[in-house]
């Protein structure tokens, strides 16, 4: 596990303390502060010994830590909840790291592959619009999804509510046509609200199980059962 994360002020604020535009507000405010010098670029460098302060607040360095989980049904993927279950909570107590979240929602039934960390410029990374990381998912649809349906999605649909969806690549893997059942694979490289479940919805057809399969080149190892989850290696996502 590589225990040093990239040292621009940027990276360095965003393990565990703000996200991304934040800190961006605050060199403009001009109230960060590295050994008693105002920072003014997002560039400017920080050592893991520097003194930053924001608005007079020390801050402390800390490690950037990486967890795949493999998500199980049930379980919310927010940081906090009252009364229900959220995946901070699977983690043991001595890896719930200040500032660790999910990379990305997934619904509370969906289940597989998420990656938690607190490094804040990597989930920026790969969540940003942009960067289109893939993500592939595994789904059972109550309904025959067929060429028709592969087409539909492969020209960008538009939502009832007017999403634009980019392209995405979807094959079926089986299909029952008596019992009226499909099971497929799709990739998308967004991360729209309820995206697969609105887009099969849109066709007439239900998702009745969804799991992520994989995102970038993250795969989940064959033998993490639901539930469980490891530390990796920053390198091993990139
Ligand atoms: N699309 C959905 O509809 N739900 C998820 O959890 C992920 C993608």
Same mark, same amino acid.
């Given at each position: ?5 990239? $040292?621009?002020?940027?990276? @360095? ?12 507000? $605050? ?10 010098? &105002? *920072? ?13 302060? #924001? ?41 719930? @790291? ?8 997934? /619904?509370?039934? &969906?289940? /597989? ?5 607190? /490094?804040?410029? $990597? ?11 893939? +993500?592939? @998912?595994?789904?059972? #649809? ?12 492969? &020209?960008?649909?538009?939502?009832? /509510? ?5 392209? %995405?690549?979807?094959?079926?893997? +089986?299909?029952? %046509? ?29 998702? *009745? ?30």
């Amino acid at each position: 596990m590589s225990s040093l994360c990239g $040292l621009s002020i940027v990276n @360095y604020l965003t393990i565990c303390y703000y996200n991304h535009k934040k800190v961006h507000q $605050l060199i403009k405010k001009r109230i960060i502060v590295v050994n008693g010098r &105002t *920072v003014r670029t997002p560039k400017e460098k920080v050592a893991e010994t520097d003194e930053v302060t #924001i608005n007079g607040g020390k801050t402390a360095y800390q490690k950037c830590h990486y967890f795949l989980m493999n998500k199980p049904k049930g379980v919310l993927s927010t940081t906090e909840n009252r009364s229900q279950r959220t995946v901070i909570s699977l983690l043991d107590p001595q890896d719930r @790291y200040q500032g660790i979240v999910p990379v990305g929602r997934l /619904d509370k039934d &969906t289940t /597989d592959l998420l990656l938690l960390t607190n /490094d804040g410029q $990597l989930n920026h990374e790969l969540l940003a619009p942009n960067k289109h990381v893939a +993500k592939i @998912y595994h789904a059972k #649809i109550a309904g025959v999804a067929d060429s028709n349906t592969v087409k539909t999605f492969a &020209t960008g649909m538009t939502l009832g /509510d007017g999403t634009k969806l980019k392209t %995405v690549t979807f094959n079926v893997l +089986k299909q029952d %046509v008596e019992n009226g059942s499909s099971e497929i694979e799709i990739e998308i490289s967004e991360g729209k609200y309820h995206q697969i479940k609105r887009m099969f919805s849109a066709v007439g057809m239900e998702v *009745v199980e969804l799991e992520r399969v994989s995102m970038g080149k993250l795969r989940l190892p064959d033998d993490l059962k639901r539930g469980e989850y490891v530390e990796i290696d920053v390198d091993e996502i990139k």
